[in-house]
Antibody
């Protein structure tokens, strides 16, 4: 059974940093591109970033480029999102998802507030 | 950038009646490989998104056959032949472009029981 479990969310001050993790199981993680998608409270879905299965290529939404870094550790079957220079409008539930968006994690809340 | 526009944004439906959601893209979604990467997702209250339909009309495993997707070019439709109580939630269309990478969601359509 495919499972994606996010962790690392919480409350952070504006300008601060946070690292999210997504632990994968039930499939060959090292063969699959992965994504992060976020959803601001009461709002719609927004794609954030994606990473090639071997980590060699990454892409970002314009709104997070230069501030967020997606990475992965295939030995640990874990996807990461390093977020820095956080702003209030980064407040959202962050989901990890497999390529094709066929499986999603349960999401983790990140709140940016002073 | 590709903009995805859904209508209606709110959809009250009587149990057992059909429902239809439109999704229009600002550009043709036909890729060089002839496929159109248009997905439909369901997000029930308090849950993660779930993919229902991929590449316009392919139903995911476990999705009831009352859900169907159709369309081409810039106009796409999700239909529910007979709405059931468990269908309550928000439905999103999403286009995927591999290069340059872009994944764009529609605003979402909230389906409720009348």
């Amino acid at each position: 059974e495919v499972q994606l479990v996010e962790s690392g969310g919480g409350l952070v001050q504006p300008g601060g940093s946070l690292r999210l993790s997504c632990e994968a199981s039930g499939f060959t993680f090292s063969s699959i591109w992965m994504h992060w998608v976020r959803q601001a409270p009461g709002k719609g879905l927004m794609w954030v970033a994606r990473i090639h299965y071997d980590g060699s290529s990454t892409s970002y939404a314009e709104s997070v480029k230069g501030r967020f870094t997606i990475s992965r550790d295939n030995a640990k079957s874990t996807l990461y999102l390093q977020m820095s220079s956080l702003r209030a409008d980064d407040t959202a539930i962050y989901y990890c998802a497999r390529a094709g968006f066929d499986y999603w994690g349960q999401g983790i809340l990140v709140t940016v507030s002073s | 950038d590709v903009v995805m526009t859904q209508s209606p944004l709110s959809l009250p439906v009587t149990l057992g009646q059909p429902a239809s959601i439109s999704c229009r893209s600002s550009q043709s979604l036909v890729h060089s490989d002839v496929n159109s990467y248009l997905n439909w997702f369901q997000q029930r209250p308090g849950q993660s998104p779930r993919r229902l339909i991929y590449q316009v009309s392919n139903r995911d495993s476990g999705v009831p056959d009352r859900f169907s997707g159709s369309g081409s070019g810039t106009d796409f439709t999700l239909k529910i032949s007979r709405v059931e109580a468990e269908d309550v939630g928000v439905y999103y269309c999403m286009q995927a472009r591999n290069w340059p990478p872009m994944y764009t969601f529609g605003q979402g359509t909230k389906l409720e029981i009348k």
